[in-house]
């Protein structure tokens, strides 16, 4: 995955910025005041749990296949798409009866 220094700069303050987007939307939710302890439950319990999520698999996509890496290993590339399938949902687990990371 040959990118330019630039692209690899760009690829890199983007990710920043969704960090930064992630944590002022996760403030901002805590923040609101719900009409219903329900609704505020339901946030709390679910919706900040899947940023979350999102966050830890885009952090993990970066640190185990940063885009200045030329020649990634088949067990990154591999480490990386289980990544990309949990954010999409799919049970990588059960599918292959295997830990998600490991062994």
Known sequence: MPYTPDQIWEIGEMHAEWLERES?????LFAHLFESARAREMMQHGLSRRLADLRHGVDRIFEVLPPDVNDPSQRDVRDATAVNRRLKGTPYR???GTPFWGS
Not at 24 to 28: E, G, P
């Open 24 to 28: 002022a939307l996760t403030r901002r």
């Open 94 to 96: 059960r599918a292959i």
